[in-house]
């Protein structure tokens, strides 16, 4: 069965830094591209980032680009997020996903999610 | 960037009725569509990929269709678990994409 399991959200001030971590289990890591995507409360689902099962290709949403870095370790079976300059439109709950085969970026499953608060 | 455009945004029905939910983009996406159900404090679920293609495990109740802009996903016959959020997704261009969603809620 595959398992994801977000940890690293939390409460920050505007301009912090948060890590966000996905452990992944059941199925072969490397084989397949990694996602993040957020949902801010009350609202709909927000891509954010994607990296190829071995890492060469990463692709970021406009919203984040140079200010989240995702990244993966192949050898733990864990993805990254790490998201640097926080402001408060960044408070969203954030899923990790699993791409569903090795060559399409549909996203199933999806974690539980972790929670990320921005506020002074 | 590809914007999709789902219609309408809640959806009220009857346990046993027909739901037919619209997902329509800016430019065309070819058969990169995909569906999923958000159903409250859950994370979302993969119903249907490539346009129609029924994720594992979805009931064959659950249907798309369309290509190129204008897509469907259809619930024959509403059971009391499919009252929830439907959102769209593209996978055709980046950025990958989402519409906004449609509530299914219970008349």
């Known amino acids: 069965e595959v398992q994801l399991l977000e940890s690293g959200g939390g409460f920050v001030q505007p301009g912090g830094s948060l890590r966000l971590s996905c452990a992944a289990s059941?199925?072969?890591?490397?084989?397949?591209?990694m996602n993040w995507v957020r949902q801010a409360p009350g609202k709909g689902l927000e891509w954010v980032s994607t990296?190829?099962?071995?890492?060469?290709?990463?692709y970021y949403a406009d919203s984040v680009r140079g200010r989240f870095t995702i990244s993966r370790d192949n050898s733990k079976n864990t993805l990254f997020l790490q998201m640097n300059s926080l402001r408060g439109e960044d408070t969203a709950v954030y899923y990790c996903a699993k791409s569903l085969t090795t060559t399409s970026n549909w996203l199933d499953p999806w974690g539980q999610g972790t929670l990320v608060i921005v506020s002074s | 960037e590809i914007v999709l455009t789902q219609s309408p945004a809640t959806l009220s029905l009857s346990p046993g009725e027909r739901a037919t939910l619209s997902c329509r983009a800016s430019q065309s996406v070819g058969s990169y569509l995909g569906w999923y159900q958000q159903k409250p404090g859950q994370a979302p679920r993969l119903l249907i990929y490539d346009a129609s293609n029924r994720a594992t495990g979805i009931p064959a109740r659950f249907s798309g269709s369309g290509s190129g802009t204008d897509f469907t996903l259809t619930i024959s016959s509403l059971e009391p678990e499919d009252f929830a959020v439907y959102y769209c997704?593209?996978?055709?261009?980046?950025?990958?994409?989402f519409g906004g969603g449609t509530k299914v809620e219970i008349k």
């Open positions: 059941g199925f072969i890591f490397h084989n397949h591209a």
């Open positions: 990296i190829t099962g071995g890492g060469g290709s990463i």
């Open positions: 997704q593209q996978r055709s261009n980046w950025p990958l994409t």
